[in-house]
């Protein structure tokens, strides 16, 4: 099939070079010239595995190109699939402006059936005004077409995004248009593996699915965040509760780990703007408010423990901050945890020393204007002179350090783990102060 896939970022990268992989022939388009120019040159402007060689290979192969030119983008696929940023507005809800104007270049240029896909996430209802952008396009040209708007929500996770999208628990498409359906079946049948993961349902239902699965994975975190908080005062551990209830299948053990609150470029907003729109139409969603309000105050629990042991006066002090990714094995930063953790300790007068195996590039661009902090070459050096060694991001070369050294290094052993990295029973044996998240100490 001819794909065209507007927005060359996380989403529309990994749609592109893996619907190429399966034969397509696919064209990106983007805003940027500086994105199109490195993929142009095989090099890709995002750290996520495996999406380089995905990437060259089947640019080799023809398969796959990238361009700024959106006519010409519009006149190759019969699918447009729209994977721009849908940032969140001031009030929470979500910024359609880049949806709309690939939209209005659509109807500006298409000269034949297109089916329209929605792979962005979007608030519901946000199909009809795409719809409505294009009608206005080709209305404005005298020139009526028929084209159908589906929506096809994107699932995957950073890190993991090309095993997600080559291996989808499912697939969701919302469409009222039966050769579109079919069109997008054709698209995802060798995706499908021995089972028809496809759920195909209307348009308003697959939008909202979106919203419904990252807030039910959101409310599922930052209730066991506040679970660990109980588990610390009663002298519980996190940890065997989480594997006493996750062992029962109607809970599941995913997504049940605490943490320093849930970051990303998704369930942040994503949250904010379900919110919204129950305000909107006068449904209160009293339960992810008080989600939204936990992961807040949950990006601050290291900050707290630092305070609570050398005060609010930080001057003079240095600390150690392992993992700056808002997860592991990527090097996105958007509502990164560390970053209200730089933010808080320095704004007290601290240094914060940082290591991360992948995001060092992006904090020093979004750092750079924060006095007392500095990013250092291995997870070894950011414990010169530290007073503690603090946890934010669960990276594999974290999780056996070597112990002695941490203890030698550090002018106070104690470390501050926001991710349940180690055992307390071993930290103390050796002579390690260790504070993790609900470990009942
Ligand atoms: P991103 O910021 O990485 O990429 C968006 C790209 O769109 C940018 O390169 C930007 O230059 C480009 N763009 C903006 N306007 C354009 C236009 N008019 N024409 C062509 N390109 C244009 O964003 P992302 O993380 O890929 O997210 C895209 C959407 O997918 C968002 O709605 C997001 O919520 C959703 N989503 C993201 C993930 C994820 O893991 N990142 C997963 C599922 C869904
Ligand atoms: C999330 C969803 O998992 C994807 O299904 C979805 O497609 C994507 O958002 C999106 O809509 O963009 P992502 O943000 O890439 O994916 O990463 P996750 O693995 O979900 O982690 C999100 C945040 O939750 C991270 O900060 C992570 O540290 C935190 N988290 C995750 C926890 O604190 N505990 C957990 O048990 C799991």
Not at 276 to 297: K, M, S, W
């Amino acid at each position: 099939m001819k794909i065209t896939v507007f927005g060359a970022g996380y989403v529309g990268l990994v749609t592109g070079a893996c619907l190429a992989e399966m034969g397509n022939h696919v064209m990106c388009v983007d805003v940027e010239p500086h994105r199109i120019d490195m993929l142009r040159q095989g090099q890709v402007p995002i750290y996520e595995s495996g999406l380089d060689v995905l990437i060259q290979r089947n640019a080799a192969g023809r398969r796959l190109q990238f361009t700024l030119d959106a006519e010409a983008a519009v006149a190759h696929g019969t699918l447009q699939i729209i994977a721009v940023g849908t940032p969140p507005e001031e009030d929470g809800s979500a910024d359609l402006q880049h949806m709309l104007a690939v939209a209005r270049t659509i109807g500006q240029h298409m000269t034949d059936y297109k089916v329209v896909v929605d792979k962005s996430t979007v608030p519901v209802g946000t199909a009809d005004k795409v719809r409505a952008a294009i009608a206005e396009q080709l209305a404005a040209r005298g020139t009526p077409m028929s084209y159908a708007v589906v929506s096809n929500p994107e699932f995957l996770k950073e890190g993991a995004a090309i095993e997600d999208f080559m291996k989808p628990d499912r697939i969701v498409i919302g469409s009222d248009d039966d050769r579109a359906t079919l069109l997008m079946r054709a698209l995802y049948s060798p995706f499908m593996r021995n089972s028809d993961r496809l759920v195909v349902m209307d348009v308003r239902s697959a939008e909202f699915t979106k919203y419904a699965a990252n807030a039910m994975l959101a409310t599922r975190i930052s209730f066991m965040n506040e679970l660990a908080h109980l588990a610390d005062a009663v002298g519980a551990d996190i940890e065997w509760v989480r594997k006493g209830i996750g062992s029962d299948p109607r809970i599941g053990t995913h997504f049940l780990y605490p943490g320093t609150g849930y970051g990303g470029s998704c369930f942040p907003k994503d949250v904010k703007a379900l919110i919204r729109t129950g305000r909107d139409n006068g449904v209160p969603l009293r339960v992810l408010d008080a989600v939204e309000a936990a992961n807040g105050a949950q990006k601050q629990v290291l900050v707290q423990r630092v305070v609570q042991r050398f005060g609010e006066d930080l001057r003079g002090r240095a600390f150690a901050l392992w993992g700056l990714a808002f997860k592991p094995d990527t090097d996105d930063m958007r509502e990164a945890p560390s970053r209200v953790v730089v933010e808080e300790l320095t704004r007290r007068g601290a240094r914060v020393q940082a290591y991360d195996p992948v995001a060092m590039p992006q904090a020093q661009r979004l750092l750079s204007h924060v006095e007392g902090f500095t990013t250092v070459p291995s997870a070894q050096a950011a414990l010169e002179g530290a007073d503690a060694l603090l946890i934010v991001t669960e990276w594999r070369e974290f999780r056996t350090p070597d112990f002695e050294h941490i203890k030698a290094t550090l002018r106070r052993p104690l470390v501050l783990d926001g991710r349940n990295l180690y055992e307390p029973e071993l930290m103390q044996a050796m002579g390690l102060e260790y504070v993790g998240i609900g470990r009942g100490v």
